[in-house]
């Protein structure tokens, strides 16, 4: 291979301009045009991606292959001329869900359904439960010791406190983490606790992609000071589950799928069908009930297409 052409992330991305980090700096870089040939059902290139680029001068380049992604997560855009992915990021190492203790309290049927889309992307998640100095950890735990039982890491912060923040920030170094959850949940206080400043920059274009499509957006990676990078979500419905059939849904609920396979049919529903081992499972315990009907909920949002919001 050519001694210019070099291997690299891409860490922003706006207006059709990529800025890829390479083992010789940032490169400023279009996409080669041979790659936009051919039918487009969803973003060619996108945050995260390892590509290849040719150098030129001033730290420009073009982007002449991208690498295979071993996970994405992404939403489908409903088009006229059919549904399109929009990449949110590629090949994040981890989720990282904040959800509040309380004001506002926890919508666990929200965190279910994040839970859900890393499942289905194989992306390990990691839960934080913020604000415990509102309630307590005896109060913080009734909300989401039911995730530790099933193997979600919880780790329980308090920004005004701060309390858990060395534990958060130990999570975070070295990885690309995709960030989401509700509003008023204290991310952006979370991530200046971490590292001063991350979490207003991090709010801002965050704010800036939800404007619209008259607005000039952009994307990015945020570099953190001990190794990594964080991603923030624009938006809420980029998780939806557009692309998921019903009968997947039971699949993406690690302690529902534990249990699935001793149903007395293959198809079961796990509604009213006799022999149901996951209705067996709820009555001894072993399934949390509000787990259950995230999932009844899931799989008729799935069946029926209906709007999350």
Request: net charge neutral; proline share 6%; charged share 30%.
């Amino acid at each position: 291979m050519s001694e210019n052409i070099l291997r690299g992330m891409i860490i922003r991305a706006q207006s059709g301009f990529f800025i890829v980090n390479t083992a010789e700096g940032e490169f400023s870089c279009h996409l080669r045009g041979r790659l936009k040939q051919g039918p487009k059902t969803g973003d060619i290139v996108a945050l995260g991606d390892w590509v290849k680029i040719s150098c030129q001068d001033e730290k420009k380049g073009m982007i002449e292959e991208v690498e295979p992604r071993r996970n994405m997560i992404y939403r489908m855009d409903p088009r006229p001329q059919g549904e399109y992915r929009q990449i949110i990021i590629a090949n994040p190492d981890q989720a990282i869900y904040v959800f509040s203790c309380a004001r506002p309290e926890p919508r666990l049927r929200m965190l279910d359904r994040f839970l859900v889309v890393a499942e289905k992307e194989k992306t390990p998640a990691i839960i934080v439960a913020n604000k415990i100095d509102l309630i307590g950890m005896d109060g913080a735990r009734e909300y989401f010791e039911r995730y530790e039982k099933i193997g979600y890491p919880v780790i329980y912060t308090s920004a005004e406190k701060n309390q858990g923040i060395d534990k958060l920030e130990e999570t975070l170094i070295g990885k690309i983490s995709l960030l989401a959850g509700p509003s008023g949940a204290g991310k952006s206080s979370l991530l200046n606790a971490v590292q001063p400043g991350l979490g207003l920059a991090v709010r801002g274009v965050s704010q800036a992609t939800k404007k619209g499509r008259h607005t000039t957006v952009f994307r990015q990676l945020f570099p953190l000071e001990k190794g990594g990078y964080m991603a923030d979500t624009p938006g809420l419905k980029a998780l939806d589950l557009w692309d998921t059939t019903p009968e997947e849904v039971d699949g993406y609920f690690p302690e529902i799928r534990d249990a699935l396979m001793y149903c007395r049919f293959s198809d079961c529903t796990h509604k009213d069908e006799p022999g149901c081992a996951v209705r067996e499972a709820i009555e001894k315990g072993e399934i949390h009930p509000e787990r259950y009907q995230s999932y009844l909920r899931m799989r008729k949002v799935q069946e029926d297409k209906i709007p999350w919001f």
